[in-house]
Antibody, heavy 117, light 111 residues
Framework: QVQLQESGPGLVKPSGTLSLTCAVS?????????WSWVRQPPGKGPEWIGE???????NYNPSLKSRVTISMDRSKNQFSLKLSSVTAADTAVYFC??????????WGQGTLVTVSS | QSVLTQPPSVSGAPGQRITISCTGS?????????VHWYQQLPGTAPKLLIY???NRPSGVPDRLSASKSGTSASLAITGLQAEDEADYYC???????????FGTGTKVTVL
């Protein structure tokens, strides 16, 4: 059974950088699949942030591309998200997911990140 | 950035059949990208309910079915149960936005 677990600070100051890590168990991030980050602002629908392939190739949502970096650490079987220059609009629950054939089949429980001073 | 439009709410009595629509465009459904459906209970992550337009992952009851035609898709729930109360989202890929996109979401209420 594939399990994902997000971790990172729950509070980030405006203009700062949001950093989250997703630990994967039950599967290798080096397998031929994509791993994604999705966020959901309070009371709104999900928004795809970006993805990383086992080779290290990445794709980002163009609306966030200038501020997003997704990377992976194969030795720890985890992947990470960095979102720079955050504002209150970046306050959301952030989920890491496994993606296959354009769908998201396994999700972490999510972690709330609040942007506030 | 919700380019997939869903009704905000749908309700039904226990045992009834309800449908949730998802309207897209020529840059997602019309470009032959698949639609997937998720159920989200309060405080939890979305759960994949339907993939590739009509397919149910193992464990999803056959009370749930879905279809896609042209630039629209729909999810049907028959024999509505209290446990079906949740938010439901459609999802696809949009070639114009070059991004995976989710629907606006539909809250299902069991009366």
């Amino acid at each position: 059974q594939v399990q994902l677990q997000e971790s990172g600070p729950g509070l980030v100051k405006p203009s700062g950088t949001l950093s989250l890590t997703c630990a994967v168990s039950g599967a290798s991030i080096s397998s031929s699949t994509w791993w994604s980050w999705v966020r959901q602002p309070p009371g709104k629908g999900p928004e795809w942030i970006g993805e990383i392939y086992h080779s290290g190739n990445t794709n980002y949502n163009p609306s966030l591309k200038s501020r997003v970096t997704i990377s992976m650490d194969r030795s720890k079987n985890q992947f990470s998200l960095k979102l720079s220059s955050v504002t209150a609009a970046d306050t959301a629950v952030y989920f890491c997911t496994r993606e296959g054939f354009s769908r998201f089949d396994y999700w972490g429980q999510g972690t709330l990140v609040t942007v506030s001073s | 950035q919700s380019v997939l439009t869903q009704p905000p709410s749908v309700s039904g009595a226990p045992g009834q059949r309800i449908t949730i629509s998802c309207t897209g465009s020529s840059s997602n459904f019309g470009a032959d990208y698949d639609v997937h459906w998720y159920q989200q209970l309060p405080g939890t992550a979305p759960k994949l309910l339907i993939y590739a337009n009509t397919n149910r992952p193992s464990g999803v009851p056959d009370r749930l079915s879905a279809s896609k035609s042209g630039t629209s898709a729909s999810l049907a729930i028959t024999g509505l149960q209290a446990e079906d109360e949740a938010d439901y989202y459609c999802q696809s890929f949009d070639i114009s936005l070059r991004a995976y996109v989710f629907g606006t979401g539909t809250k299902v209420t069991v009366l």
